[in-house]
Nanobody, 119 residues
Framework: QVRLVESGGGSVQAGGSLRLSCAAS????????MYWFRQAPGKEREGVGN???????SYADIVKGRFTISRDIDKNTLYLQMTSLKPEDTAMYYC?????????????WGQGTQVTVSS
């Protein structure tokens, strides 16, 4: 059974940094495309980025240069390193997984972790 558990969220001032983690169980992260999404209250869910099974990454323009996605295969964990945070980055952050290449057909979700950035 595939399970994803996010952690690492919290409150930070603008300009600060946070690192989110997504611990995966039931599969190995290097066989899946792993995604980070976020959703702010009253707004639609938006993609942050992803990392493919061979390690290639892709980012949304709104976070490019500030956020970095990585993974630790030994720990079966996905990470989202966020720097230069802005108040508009405030949202619930979710990780998701799709077997194989990144096509957007993610099937597995975590419960989310809240990130709040104050000005």
């Amino acid at each position: 059974q595939v399970r994803l558990v996010e952690s690492g969220g919290g409150s930070v001032q603008a300009g600060g940094s946070l690192r989110l983690s997504c611990a995966a169980s039931g599969y190995t992260v290097n066989k899946y495309c792993m995604y980070w999404f976020r959703q702010a209250p009253g707004k639609e869910r938006e993609g942050v980025g992803n990392i493919g099974p061979y390690g290639s990454t892709s980012y949304a323009d709104i976070v490019k240069g500030r956020f970095t996605i990585s993974r630790d295969i030994d720990k079966n964990t996905l990470y989202l390193q966020m720097t230069s945070l802005k108040p508009e980055d405030t949202a619930m952050y979710y990780c998701a997984a799709e077997y194989g290449y990144c096509t957007g057909a993610y099937k597995y979700w975590g419960q989310g972790t809240q990130v709040t950035v104050s000005s």
